[in-house]
């Protein structure tokens, strides 16, 4: 596309490749933050099957800060990014999800399974096991000063 | 804003069809059980949701969603879904939805196949 490539190496020198955006805990707000994500992932050229993805991983871990962080600040921190690992590789979709909450250790998480949902009591908990399922790496830090889950999508 | 799910309901026979249209979270996956049961309740065999224009359903919606299904089934009813994006076929697949539930890639296919099901 003619036009976004004489565009695209004068954003690059300003460092215009990461937008941040804080959104407030409150209902559907997680759905604002996904347009972020489409506009970054369309920015690329990337599939609207992948962005789809991408919106609703955000989604996910939105909801997961905003249900369990207990954010000292009832924000959530969000940062997208638009890379490649090298100059010949793929480019990718980032989205670092951080709130100021309580942390949990996400290692000893219960791993929903279909079997325990249906006809079980509990039908929640597939928040991580979603996002890690439709992104290609997915790492999360956690502490007393909150958590940090860094999302990332190959083009 | 509003990022509510509009539901648009035609009863065709024994046949519940639903038409999502927006997200489904807990809201709509409250208003689309309060229906389905609503549509049970007034002699509906079979429930088909339509989620063709619905592009994202969030896992509270889905669990919602499971809760119909495992109602449906109970009372040896049918529940089908058709028109999923892909991500929401794969979310559904991911939460083994799929294992329980038929789906369809249109409405004519899915009430085809419920008209000769239960």
Excluded at chain 1, 13 to 36: C, F, K, N, W, Y
Excluded at chain 1, 113 to 123: A, I, R, S, Y
Aim: hydrophobic content about 40%.
């Amino acid at each position: 596309m003619a036009q976004r490539e004489s565009v695209r190496p004068g954003l690059e020198r300003a460092g215009a490749r990461e937008v941040s955006l804080t959104i407030p805990v409150a209902s559907d707000m997680e759905i604002v933050a996904t347009a972020q994500v489409a506009a970054m992932g369309e920015y690329i050229d990337m599939p609207h099957d992948k962005i789809d993805e991408i919106k609703l991983a955000l989604v996910e871990a939105c909801i997961n800060a905003f249900e369990h962080a207990h954010t000292r600040d009832d924000r959530v921190h969000l940062t997208f990014r638009v890379g490649r690992d090298d100059d010949e590789g793929p480019e990718y979709l980032e989205v670092e999800v951080f709130d100021q909450g309580t942390g949990f250790d996400h290692e000893i998480v219960e791993v929903p399974t279909p079997e325990k949902t249906f006809g079980g009591k509990k039908k929640r908990g597939w928040g991580l096991q979603i996002i890690r399922s439709l992104m290609d790496s997915v790492a999360i830090t956690s502490g007393e000063w909150g958590t940090r889950i860094l999302m990332r999508k190959y083009k | 804003m509003s990022e509510s799910c509009k539901i648009q309901l035609e009863r065709r026979g024994d046949v519940a069809i639903f038409l999502t249209d927006g997200y489904i979270n807990n809201q709509g996956g409250e208003e689309i059980a309060r229906q389905a049961y609503a549509q049970l309740d007034a002699g509906a065999r079979a429930l088909i949701l339509n989620l063709e224009k619905t592009r994202i359903v969030n896992s509270i919606g889905i669990s919602i969603l499971i809760e119909v299904l495992e109602k449906v089934m109970d009372r040896k009813g049918v529940l089908a879904f058709c028109s999923l994006t892909p991500t929401i076929d794969k979310t559904f697949r991911i939460m083994g939805l799929a294992q329980y539930a038929a789906i369809y890639p249109s409405q004519d296919e899915a009430l085809r196949a419920v008209a000769t099901a239960g």
